[in-house]
């Protein structure tokens, strides 16, 4: 590719919209595996960690954990095109110097499709958390 | 005269998890005679117990000395479940010797028992990821090892109804089960307050269809086209698409085909004539195969003719001209049609070899009109080739001679 | 021997982002003499990937769903070729927020408001492909029955509720008056169409 422009990591106020319409997005797909995986328990062995913030300014939000357990799980999800939007969203926000996260998904069919659900109440808490009105820009618990 | 001494010996069983199956396999040593004997064989399964005789049913089979002998049973609880018990006898059952008629004494019981292997868990749930036809009844069992009594099970989120068959194992039975999804229908049980819940999945399959409507026809003695109705899709996540196999008798070769509903076969060089195709859908759970017997000159069906034209348009008269594929050297069967306003105004049929030609008359002047052509393989009608054709106008009557 | 004839350098390259369904360029020339073909790239999320989207004979192509998605900032390039060679244009950037395009809302209820006179509350559905993360700003037309001249009037709303008011007043009491609604994210130059008219009247003068 010959391009030769340098766009910045999108800003504060870019950040925000991401998280808005991540916050969409994760209601969406998880309405949707639902539906389309009745009577399945949540599980409570699996923990996925929030969006985390770079401690020095501008406190970049950094979705490096969140991204990989999606870019494991999206092969369990029929719903392509809402979880390749939602891989990108997450793209937006990856910080560039964090490694590869390892996740593991549980192999046994059962327990995989727990895991998934899992992984998207607790996607969906989390965006409902960071997209809470009183919290400061920015900061994220 | 001593009764014959068929006890069977060295009976050794052993599980097949995914199948739920007791595979029986023993032998019967000291038969004097050096031939083929037909023999029944009974066999008794118990459960639990060997008291508790939850199977008998009789193997007919020809057996020779030193022959091992297998056999197999499905049993409807997964063996997990439960230990198992089998014992066997037999009785000659040949027509040389009617007066052997004693049944043996019976092997000693084999016991079947693989709860010490399945691992330190307390609670385990069976059958594990099982693949069944939609319709079929699946019996369900759990072992708890750690006394909890308040365990529910749920299929779909809905609870269903347990029992116990044992101090530490209970079952419950679905009937009939529906297709639900690809994914797998939801089986999971609530043991322990604050745990998780232990799953499994049921893959409901739906049952592959007899296939409909099989028919193959060549549109130039070269290649044919075979076509189905393959009926729905058995797929899912842990089953592909069903398969199809296209299987010819008199050449013995066999084709997989790529597609659901349609495949191509190379018209063999030796001039074959007749064809006798067995089409063979298959998944992990049932075959379904359909018979096609055919000579090849019988299903021809021609291509678009092509290069039509409308030559020589006056006020009432033009000549259609069009060419055909050739297909050897056969002749075609034609038909032309003239369309009015919508309407078969005329229709008529022709005999043709490569190039087509026929004249149509007594139109009006200055008219809309449509002429079409198709054609069928001469040696032998099968179907007509798809039309061919083109709109037109008439021209104006030309004036009457100055009186 | 034949005159090199190059396809024309591409221009005027536009964009519009229609949400949740395809990025859109178009540019100019939109015909040439010969076969030509466009290759577009393209760079998205902030510049961290890339792609193309390859047209025949045609000066429009489009990026789809889930590829594209906003906020983002994307470049386009767009490159011409035929039988003598290619040329390229210039590198172009966009902000999708600025070029994205929504569905038009739908007004479903234009009633008087009890005991208000000279006013109507309109009810309307927020387009469902409209950006969640947009504050969207509208623009309702209004005009009497029997009169060609529209009045306008223009608000946001930040709010993404599916059912959403307003109150238009200062209108004449018991008049019949024709509806209609437009709306686009508050950076974006780019208007939805215009919705569906809807007809209400305000209550009658005690």
Request: glycine share 4%.
């Amino acid at each position: 590719f010959s391009h030769t422009l340098r766009i910045p990591r999108p800003d504060a106020k870019d950040q925000q919209k991401i998280i808005k319409e991540l916050q969409q997005l994760s209601k969406e797909l998880l309405e949707l595996y639902q539906k389309s995986e009745k009577g399945l328990p949540e599980s409570t062995k699996y923990t996925l960690p929030c969006l985390t913030s770079d401690p020095h300014p501008p406190n970049n939000i950094n979705s490096s954990a969140i991204l990989a357990y999606f870019q494991e799980i999206r092969r369990h999800i029929d719903n392509k095109g809402v979880t390749d939007e939602i891989i990108g969203q997450l793209k937006k926000l990856k910080s560039q110097d964090t490694w590869k996260i390892k996740v593991s998904v549980p192999t046994e069919s059962f327990e995989c499709k727990c895991f998934v659900l899992t992984i998207l109440q607790q996607f969906s808490k989390c965006m409902d958390q960071v997209n809470e009105p009183q919290r400061p820009k920015g900061q994220l618990r | 005269s001593e009764p014959l001494p068929l006890t069977p010996e060295s009976l050794k069983v052993s599980i097949n998890s995914t199948c739920q199956c007791l595979n029986l396999q023993w032998s019967v040593h000291n038969l004097p005679y050096h031939q083929e004997l037909q023999i029944i064989v009974q066999i008794q399964i118990s459960r639990i117990k060997t008291s508790n005789v939850v199977w008998v049913g009789n193997y007919s089979t020809t057996v020779k000395r030193n022959q091992v002998l297998h056999w197999s049973w499905e049993s409807e609880l997964p063996l997990e479940c439960a230990t198992h018990f089998v014992r066997i006898r037999s009785v000659m059952d040949d027509a040389k010797f009617p007066e052997l008629k004693s049944w043996s004494k019976w092997s000693s019981w084999e016991e079947v028992d693989v709860q010490d292997s399945l691992g330190h868990d307390t609670f385990f749930l069976f059958p594990k990821d099982k693949l069944v036809e939609e319709g079929s009844n699946v019996t369900f069992c759990y072992i708890s090892r750690s006394n909890q009594n308040n365990i529910s099970c749920y299929l779909e989120g809905i609870q269903v109804h347990v029992e116990q068959l044992a101090p530490n194992v209970s079952t419950f039975h679905l009937s009939r089960v529906p297709f639900v999804r690809p994914k797998g229908t939801n089986i999971f049980c609530d043991v322990t307050q604050g745990e998780d819940p232990k799953g499994t999945i049921l893959y409901v399959s739906k049952v592959l269809e007899e296939l409909k409507d099989f028919s193959c026809e060549t549109r130039d003695l070269k290649t044919l086209n075979c076509t189905w109705d393959p009926g729905s899709d058995t797929a899912l996540e842990i089953q592909p698409s069903q398969s199809y196999t296209l299987f010819e008798s008199f050449s013995q070769k066999k084709k997989v085909c790529k597609h659901r509903n349609w495949c191509t076969w190379q018209v063999s060089q030796d001039s074959q004539e007749m064809y006798h195709f067995t089409l063979m859908a298959e998944n992990y759970l049932r075959k379904r195969t359909v018979h096609l017997v055919f000579k090849l000159t019988h299903r021809v069906r021609p291509m678009t003719p092509l290069n039509f034209f409308l030559e020589n348009i006056n006020s009432t008269n033009a000549t259609m001209t069009w060419k055909v594929h050739p297909i050897g050297n056969s002749t075609f069967l034609c038909q032309v049609e003239l369309h009015h306003d919508g309407q078969i105004i005329q229709q008529n049929k022709v005999f043709m070899e490569m190039n087509g030609k026929y004249l149509l008359s007594e139109m009006e002047p200055d008219t809309h009109y449509l002429a079409r052509v198709r054609c069928a393989y001469g040696n032998h009608f099968w179907k007509w080739s798809e039309w061919i054709g083109r709109k037109f106008t008439t021209l104006e009557a030309a004036p009457l001679a100055a009186l | 021997f034949g005159l090199a004839v190059l396809p024309h350098k591409p221009e005027n390259i536009s964009c519009i982002f229609y949400y949740r369904c395809n990025l859109t360029c178009t540019w100019s020339p939109e015909k040439e003499a010969n076969d030509t073909w466009y290759t577009v790239k393209r760079t998205y999320l902030y510049g961290s990937e890339n792609d193309t989207c390859k047209s025949e004979n045609r000066a429009s192509c489009s990026f789809f769903y889930p590829n594209v998605t906003n906020p983002d900032i994307c470049t386009i390039e767009v490159e011409a070729q035929n039988t003598d060679g290619i040329v390229k244009s210039s590198m172009t950037q966009w902000n999708l927020d600025n070029i994205v395009k929504t569905e038009p809302p739908e007004i479903y209820c234009v009633k008087p408001a009890l005991g208000v006179k000279r006013m109507v509350q309109i009810k309307w559905r927020r387009p469902r492909l409209a950006p969640i993360s947009s504050v969207l700003k509208y623009t309702l037309q209004f005009r009497t029955v029997n009169s060609a001249k529209w009045l306008e009037v223009n608000f946001t709303r930040e709010d993404i509720s599916i059912i959403q008011t307003y109150d238009l007043t200062g209108l004449q009491a018991f008049t019949e008056y024709v509806l209609t609604l437009r709306c686009a994210a508050e950076e974006s130059r780019f208007w939805s169409e215009w919705s569906q008219e809807k007809t209400g009247t305000t209550e009658e003068q005690a």
